[in-house]
């Protein structure tokens, strides 16, 4: 035998144990009772035993409900089983309860000459509903599917509404069942005895079933009847209505209800959650898969892109530029052999052409400088920092701390266009005198500070504006850039005060 199998007949055998010792000590409080308490009366004040009685059916009656919404919200319309059929049954059982609560004597609704009568009627009709529907259910579990499910709905809702108007209105139509000077009548005790005979007969059906299943739910299920019909026997052999068996019969009909939503739905309910612990896992995965592969993608798009950028570079340079060159030479002979009246507009056009292979230079260096490839980021920014500080005139104070390593292609170009981006931005909206780059290239990390002394802005008021009007894509190409590399993108601003741009690149 497995491990797995002998920690299964281990709890198995637990579980056992312990159904059978709680069912030991519920008898045994029954003979203790009937030992100290031969009358089983106990003087109670009506007020506290008012309060005791509400609270007790108060909790049978939201697990009653209880039960019939799980069976509401757990059973499917095609599920081929008895539990909705239990819901519906216990849908009726905890009207019933809550009326016989609302009518029970010293409720504001308990007056009038069949008040005690009127109590005492829902409670039999509720025992009666839960006696034979339970056994129904137990002995003939695939006759009693409703399909569809609205029409049981509608026949439950009917038929405790008339037999509720019944009660209620036509007390004069039906048996008494409490007498204020005798107590119970003997139709309202033969009742009990016929309600607690069917309970015992389902109890044994069940233990039968078990035998043969050796499923614990079958267990359990035959000690939440077990309960109830344990309680319903207190409740036929009390005299008055303050008795202990009163009182201990309706805790025992609130744990046999325990003991049936455990039995029936708990398995449901914990499927449910445990569905949607996995569904939640899996979309989590899928949300991480969706995450990972934007990612990728934004990589391969600046990948591409950069790509690009140097195939057109390099055209540049060498295409173009090329052939500005050679039209260059070529000028510069002819200019041996024309006259004196042609020398002016040769020179012109000489001109213009070196005007062209330098905005050529410009245009190539500035979609793929070669000094990044060649050299690494810190040259191709110093690079960029003197062209900067010449167009704009604008300072710029450059600091780098860690030595002069190259790093992954990826990392150089990605601080190379943020920093481009952010000087950008700085020349274009801040209007600073002087901007600050500092580079610490330690053995954990890459960070990447560019201060400015500008105008500065409001984060929030940015980030409120549309897309297309007033706000660019500067900072997201920036955060995405830090993003790819596996680093993190902050940027902090104060109006008057300037902007701090901050990305750390993990090693």
Known sequence: ?????????????????????????????????????????????????????????????????????????????????????????????????????IFYKGMPFAEGEFS???????????????????????????????????????????????????????????????DDENGMTKMKVFLEYVICAIIFVVLIALLLEYRKSKKLDVLRLGLAIFFIMTGELFITHYVQIDDVENLLGHIYKFVGYMYLFRALFYLQVQDILTDKKQAERK?????????????????????????????????????????????????????????????????????????????????????????????????????????????HNIQIALRTSGGMKRMDPEIETALYRICQEALTNCAKYANPKLIEITLDHNPYEILLTIRDNGKGFTIEDYMKRTVGKHRGIGIFSMKERAETCGGTFEITSKVEEGTTVRVIIPK
């Open 1 to 101: 035998m497995s491990k797995v199998a002998i920690e299964r007949h281990s709890n198995f055998r637990m579980h056992k144990l312990r159904y059978l010792s709680i069912a030991i000590i519920a008898i045994l409080l029954i003979v203790a009772i009937r030992i100290f308490l031969p009358h089983g009366h106990v003087a109670i004040p009506p007020t506290q035993l008012l309060l005791i009685h509400t609270l007790l059916e108060s909790f049978i009656i939201f697990l009653s409900f209880s039960l019939f919404a799980t069976a509401l919200l757990t059973t499917s319309i095609e599920s081929r089983n008895a539990n909705f059929f239990l819901g519906l049954l216990f849908f009726a059982i905890g009207t019933f309860d809550l009326l016989h609560t």
């Open 116 to 178: 005690g009568n009127r109590a005492t009627w829902f409670w039999v009709v509720a025992r009666l509903t839960e006696s034979v529907g339970v056994g129904i259910v137990v002995t003939f579990p695939l006759k009693v599917i409703t399909r569809p499910r609205s029409i049981g709905l509608v026949t439950a809702l009917i038929s405790v509404g008339f037999i509720s108007s019944i009660v209620i209105l036509r007390q004069d139509w039906l048996p008494v069942f409490l």
């Open 283 to 391: 979309w989590r995965e899928a949300e991480n898969m969706l995450f990972e592969a934007e990612k990728n993608l934004s990589k391969l798009v600046l990948q591409a892109h950069e790509e690009e950028r140097k195939r057109v570079s390099r055209e540049l340079h060498d295409g173009i530029g090329q052939s500005l060159y050679s039209i260059l030479m070529t000028l510069n002979i002819a200019e041996l052999e024309v006259s004196e009246e042609q020398a002016p507009c040769l020179q012109n056009v000489k001109r213009m052409t070196v005007e062209a292979m330098q905005e050529v230079r410009d245009i190539a260096h500035s979609l793929r400088p070669s000094s990044l490839d060649d050299f690494g980021f810190l040259t191709a920014l110093r690079i960029y920092r003197s062209q900067f500080e010449k167009v």
